[in-house]
């Protein structure tokens, strides 16, 4: 019997394996997505009589002398290189063949965070900075794509086909951004995103970065820049008004050509019965810049 059987084995090794169409050997299912740690079953099922049907893999492997179909079953993935391959060996041709599992073993980053790249503190409007994402242990990259948001808007999307690995990485991706006053406020996120194929879950997996709040530094705007000529009717209360938008918000200081003019308040607006005629000139700046805006007022006699 140990001779008749060692010949069967040296038979068997005349063959080599094939694979594909011809093979017989069905997998159920044929694609397979399972997260990191969870159970995960396959069946392999062979279409003609088969004499040894099994899976080669280095965790679970099995095999049948007796059944048409053998299971593949793990509680718990967690080996990245798994690659289970299901064998047959049939009496007619062809006599070996073998069907390799697409098994996806995936996992969503440990973190994904966004920050500014040599860079602290305010932007200012009009200059190029660059924000970096950066994603923690994720696998695999390949099906990874990075979205950048501002507000509720999609600005930006990387994706990582054209890497290979199948286990957890660190990728990063950078945004640049020239921010205006408009943008003050503003806040970025980016999204880590697995799109695993019609066999994955879901909505896909994603994580979230921690929103990055970006405060933008502009100069003093004036809502009304152009030069002001009032009529000063004796009696009458009169307001020269110098408001400006800015980051940091703006301090103003006021100026008078007539030199009897009382001491005037630092404020955006002047609003007093007793301003004299002359040329009053408003100067509003922060840490950026300082802009000027200059009111005329004239003597009007009442009923003129």
């Known amino acids: 019997m140990g001779i008749n059987f060692l010949k069967w084995i040296l038979t068997l090794c005349m063959f080599h394996f094939v ?50 179909s053998v299971q593949w079953k793990v509680d718990s993935l967690i080996d990245w290189i798994e690659e289970p391959i299901c064998y047959g060996v049939f009496f007619t041709a062809p006599r070996q063949c073998e069907e390799k599992l697409n098994l996806v073993l995936y996992k969503t980053p440990d973190s994904v965070s966004i920050r500014p790249v040599n860079h602290t503190g305010p932007m200012v409007e009009g200059k190029e900075y660059q924000l970096l994402c950066e994603v923690q242990n994720i696998a695999p990259v390949q099906y990874l794509t990075l979205r950048w948001y501002k507000g509720q808007t999609e600005v930006y999307n990387h994706s990582f086909a054209e890497l290979t690995s199948s286990s957890p990485v660190q990728v990063s991706s950078v945004l640049m951004v020239t921010p205006t006053k408009a943008e003050n406020g503003a806040q970025y996120r980016c999204v880590a995103e697995l799109e695993l194929g019609p066999e994955g879950p879901r909505p896909p997996p994603t994580v979230t970065s921690e929103p990055l709040n970006a405060s933008v530094y502009f100069p003093p705007t004036f809502l009304s820049p152009e030069p002001e000529v009032l009529d000063l009717v004796v009696g009458a209360e009169i307001t020269l008004n110098c408001t400006a938008t800015g980051n ?30 002359g040329t009053y000139t408003c100067t509003a700046s922060n840490a950026l810049e300082k802009k000027s805006k200059q009111f005329v007022v004239k003597a009007k006699t009442k009923g003129v």
């Not at 169409?21 to 399972?34: A, F, H, N, W």
Request: proline letters at 10%; a negative charge; hydrophobic letters at 35%.
């Open 19 to 68: 694979s594909g169409e011809g093979c017989s050997l069905i997998l159920k299912p044929s694609r397979v997505v399972v997260g990191f740690g969870e159970p995960v079953s396959v069946s392999c099922e062979a279409a003609r009589p088969v004499r040894v049907l099994g899976w080669e893999s280095a965790i679970s492997a099995a095999h049948t002398q007796q059944e048409l």
């Open 248 to 277: 940091p918000t703006p301090v103003y200081s006021w100026q008078s050509s007539n030199p009897n003019e009382e001491r005037m308040e630092d404020e955006a607006a002047l609003t007093s019965p007793s301003l004299l005629p």
